[in-house]
């Protein structure tokens, strides 16, 4: 399964690869790859594909839900296709209190010790999903599993804060996954791949040898 979406993952360029003219990420530094999983929601067939692997996923783990919630904004349309297809209930979390109003954080009908799947594009550390497992705890709403189609997996998770919020981070590929698959696939050369081996062991240090 995992091979099947890093090949679509690669495919439809929501994994980019730049090794000569690297990326600048949002926070200034650089990377010789981009992950953009937004991309999905544009390409129907994929998208079927990948929403039929991840409720295989669930079942297969026997994941215990009553509400599907995204994460704002990449998650929401996540948790909107498969709440359709699973028939279940959906709910959505902001960043923050809206401000006006009555200044909701989570949008939706929910009923209180509910159990939570928290849907988002994808993880890095995890630390972005801290908030939204806060607001859901704090309207008393029971969550401890994380979906994600993407998930680096390539920091210590049980080092982490999230981790120390007793959540299960799940996904359907990983970096260890899509580099099997570029390396059975031969799609870069052997100094590009290493290269990129060297990066996600240490972004740090790689930076520091190639600007």
Not at 133 to 151: C, G, P, W
């Amino acid at each position: 399964m995992s091979k099947e979406i890093a090949k679509i993952l690669i495919d439809i360029n929501s994994i980019n690869f730049s090794f000569d003219n690297h990326f600048t990420l949002t926070s200034g530094l650089k990377s010789p790859v981009y992950v953009d999983c937004r991309r999905i929601i544009s390409y129907a067939k994929e998208r079927e594909i990948i929403l039929n692997k991840a409720i295989s996923y669930f079942k297969k783990l026997n994941l215990s839900f009553d509400v599907l919630a995204g994460g704002e904004t990449a998650g929401i349309p996540y948790a909107a296709f498969l709440s359709e297809k699973l028939k279940m209930p959906m709910i959505y979390i902001r960043k923050k209190n809206k401000g006006f109003g009555i200044n909701k954080q989570i949008e939706g009908k929910f009923e209180k010790k509910q159990k939570v799947l928290l849907v988002e594009d994808l993880a890095t550390d995890g630390g972005s999903k801290i908030m939204f497992v806060n607001a859901l705890r704090e309207a008393d709403l029971k969550v401890k599993d994380i979906f994600v189609i993407f998930y680096y997996d390539i920091f210590d998770f049980k080092s982490s804060e999230l981790s120390k919020m007793n959540v299960n981070i799940h996904s359907l590929c990983t970096w260890k996954d899509i580099i099997s698959y570029i390396e059975d696939e031969n799609i870069f050369s052997y100094s590009k791949i290493s290269n990129l081996k060297e990066f996600l062991l240490n972004p740090n240090k790689w930076r520091e040898k190639n600007g």
